[in-house]
């Protein structure tokens, strides 16, 4: 009975344990609705500043100064009536993985 509790923790309850422990963080779709620093939550409508994987989206008439070296999925500039923009500050660095 010992050997059959032995085999089923190892079989059943191990590798199942590591499936939880392994699944990744789902990435966010963000919209930067005012406009400021990439790392000022205030940019980002009160949430924390996009990580990698995040989707980006930039709201019309809003500046975004990149002040941290960061990366993001994708980036739209959702420009309709007036310009927006990505401006990159001192060491800011934006990579927008494809």
Excluded: Y
Aim: charged residues 5%; hydrophobic residues 50%.
């Amino acid at each position: 009975m010992r050997k059959f509790i032995i085999v089923l923790f190892a079989l059943v309850l191990v590798p199942g344990f590591s499936l939880m422990t392994a699944t990744p963080a789902l990435a966010a779709a963000r919209t930067a609705s005012v406009s400021g620093n990439w790392s000022n939550p205030a940019t980002w409508g009160g949430s924390v500043p996009p990580v990698t994987g995040d989707t980006i989206t930039i709201n019309s008439g809003i500046t975004v100064t990149v002040d941290v070296a960061t990366t993001c999925a994708s980036l739209t500039l959702a420009a309709v009536n007036a310009s927006s923009i990505v401006a990159i500050s001192g060491t800011g660095q934006l990579n927008v993985e494809l």
